[in-house]
């Protein structure tokens, strides 16, 4: 049985998109006073391979588009399977986000996560606002492919890797 929602109804639109999982990846970036920045963000898509150009979306209300929105460099990771570790890590209070050796200082001084299954660098070339939310648009300058892993995916509020299909 399908049950039809109205456009206002912002819990039915939340329950929607739990239900979309959705690859895992990390953006990082240095704060104006030079500081590490990051979040888990599983809105990554890819724009265009020429020029190769990614996007993201992040709330203005975040605690790092501050550093996003006065930035010129971000670095894009992909999560397997075996970071989920890393995206929890990402996801939590943003003072301990970067405590510990998990990533190590990558081209343009960024932060680079170890453990990704790819991470990309590039120069942020638009920054779209929408509501209380913003689109970033990337231009990817470099990167590196990581160990392969299985997909990391997050649905439901929670992290999974898939199993293949019979």
């Known amino acids: 049985m399908n049950e039809t929602f109205a456009a206002d109804d912002v819990a039915a639109f939340k ?7 959705a690859g895992v990846s990390i953006v990082t970036a240095r704060d104006t006073d030079g500081t590490p920045v990051g979040f888990t963000a599983t809105s990554l898509a890819s724009l265009a391979a020429v020029p190769p150009l990614a996007s993201f979306n992040m709330a203005r209300i975040a605690s790092t588009f501050g550093a996003i929105e006065n930035t010129e460099w971000v670095a894009i990771h992909m999560l397997g399977a075996r970071s989920r570790h890393l995206a ?3 996801a939590g209070p943003a003072e301990e986000r970067f405590l510990g050796d998990h990533w190590h200082e990558g081209p343009h001084g960024l ?7 790819a991470w990309m660098a590039g120069r942020i070339v638009a ?15 470099e990167g590196a492919l990581g160990e392969d ?5 997050y649905h439901e509020r929670a992290y999974h890797a898939p199993r293949p299909l019979d």
Request: charged share 20%.
């Open 149 to 153: 892993d299985a997909p990391l995916l």
């Open 88 to 90: 929890q890590k990402l």
């Open 111 to 117: 932060p680079i996560i170890d453990g990704a299954t």
């Open 15 to 21: 329950q929607a998109f739990r239900r979309h999982a």
């Open 127 to 141: 920054r779209v606002p929408v509501e209380n939310n913003a689109v970033i648009v990337v231009q990817i300058e």
